[in-house]
């Protein structure tokens, strides 16, 4: 195994022929014009008319149903929450139907008893599919359906309650250990899907919002809170939009934007103070990922601001459908507990191809352990028969107050991390040298200062 440790001086450049114009973003403008957010007629069906009070503790389930088929048979619309405190269990939206909170102080509060979320609904679980509780907010096989508005929507979640179900590493009673291994195995030894039933007694927790196999979507303005765990998930989605989000939720697994297996996504001007990564990209874990076979595929990230989280943009680890033409521009990170700006991580178990990834334009105030990080020993590391692959990785033009190191890349003698580089960049406060192992990571015209 071949490894570097590349050492910084007061003042450092580093030159390469390599160009920094990358044509690749040429593409951006075509993307762009693919994703149109979706239009509802000018319909509204207030939740209060069929029956939903606003009181904190009424069940609205029923009378937010109401309102959402009532919309739908009448061709689309928007189903409004007015004022007030709604408490719901599982909302399934239809075609044609915006979910919309009126009002600041417009607030969906989600049960947090299990039973609020059955029947089980076909889902993923961590990028393995599965029947397991209905995401708190769930649509599957939609055409033109939003979630929009100034209001709140809020998990509830908790440690005596779904955060509690996540548990220490060899937890027992009341976790989801058991029943997360169970379903990896399944998953590894290809148990036919309809055979991996999970519920009650299992402690998978489920999603916040999961929009499977939707096309035109729209989650534009709330705010979201305590989730149980990832909170946005467009899954095998077509054509969608994540614009002006506010995300604070704190937990394990609290990613706050996991598109998955999408292609033409649009993620703009949210802000993002999660437990885990801020921005995760994926495409389904190891046998489910390669057997469904559909990669991410052409993703924008612009004007958003990250704060705590493991990753302002990550790409896996359940990535083995593969990964590529993501473009991450003009963005703001910056936490004591930020780990890193840009993540690629995944294994010889999980495997995948990660390529055309750019990222530029992006200021950096304090990271926690590097700026760029691409861990292909990541969990089982080397164990596994898959390869995995990151090839070219630009960034350009990152500014950065504060890091530990600039780079954090692992890779082995049978994965491939290449083309990756690094343009007209500056690095402050640098304290330790990078780690670079078999890799091909190369920084061009860069600014580099250690700490005094």
Not at 420 to 449: G, H, W
Request: glycine content about 8%.
């Amino acid at each position: 195994m071949k490894t570097a440790l590349i050492l910084f001086l007061p003042m450092m450049f580093l030159v390469s022929p390599i160009q920094a114009d990358q044509p690749e973003w040429q593409q951006v403008p075509k993307i762009l014009k693919r994703i149109v957010a979706p239009k509802f007629p000018a319909h509204d069906f207030d939740i209060t008319q069929s029956g939903a009070v606003g009181d904190g503790t009424t069940d609205c389930t029923a009378a937010i149903a109401k309102a959402i088929d009532a919309c739908a048979e009448a061709g689309g619309g928007r189903v409004v929450v007015p004022a007030g405190e709604f408490l719901t269990g599982a909302i399934h939206l239809k075609s044609n139907v915006n979910l919309h909170l009126a009002a600041t102080n417009s607030v969906l509060k989600f049960n947090t008893h299990p039973d609020a979320y059955l029947p089980a609904v076909f889902t993923r679980f961590e990028g393995i599919e599965c029947w397991n509780y209905s995401p708190l907010i769930f649509a599957v096989g939609q055409k033109n359906v939003a979630v929009t508005g100034a209001g709140t929507l809020d998990g509830q979640a908790d440690d005596s309650t779904w955060l509690a179900w996540k548990g220490r590493k060899g937890g027992g009673e009341k976790t989801q250990t058991v029943a997360r291994k169970r379903l990896d195995d399944m998953n590894n030894q290809n148990v036919p899907v309809d055979q991996r039933r999970f519920g009650n007694g299992d402690y998978l927790r489920p999603n916040f919002i999961q929009f499977q196999r939707c096309e035109k979507v729209l989650i534009e303005g709330v705010k979201i809170r305590r989730s149980p765990m990832w909170e946005i998930h467009p899954l095998l989605c077509t054509n969608v939009t994540v614009r002006g989000v506010d995300i604070f939720s704190h937990g394990a697994n609290n990613d706050g934007c996991d598109p998955e297996s999408c292609r033409d996504v649009l993620i703009e001007k949210c802000i993002f103070d999660t437990g885990d990564d801020c921005i995760a990209i994926k495409s389904g874990r190891n046998n489910d990922g390669r057997r469904v076979g559909i990669p991410s595929v052409n993703l924008i990230i612009r004007d958003c601001t990250m704060r705590d989280g493991h990753a302002g943009t990550a790409i896996g680890s359940e990535i083995s459908g593969s990964c590529s033409n993501v473009f991450v521009e003009n963005c703001e990170m910056s936490s004591p507990n930020l780990i890193c700006a840009l993540r690629l991580k995944s294994n010889a178990m999980r495997g995948g191809v990660l390529q055309n990834i750019f990222m530029r334009n992006i200021k950096v105030g304090l990271v926690k352990d590097s700026v760029l990080q691409i861990d292909f020993l990541y969990e089982e590391g080397a164990k596994g028969e898959q390869r995995p692959v990151a090839r070219n990785v630009v960034m350009d033009h990152v500014s950065v107050a504060q890091t530990p190191r600039v780079l954090n890349v692992r890779g082995f003698p049978a994965s491939e991390i290449s083309g990756v580089r690094i343009y007209n960049s500056t690095f402050k406060q640098i304290k330790k040298p990078d780690q670079i192992i078999e890799a091909d990571v190369k920084l061009v015209d860069c600014k580099l200062e250690s700490a005094k």
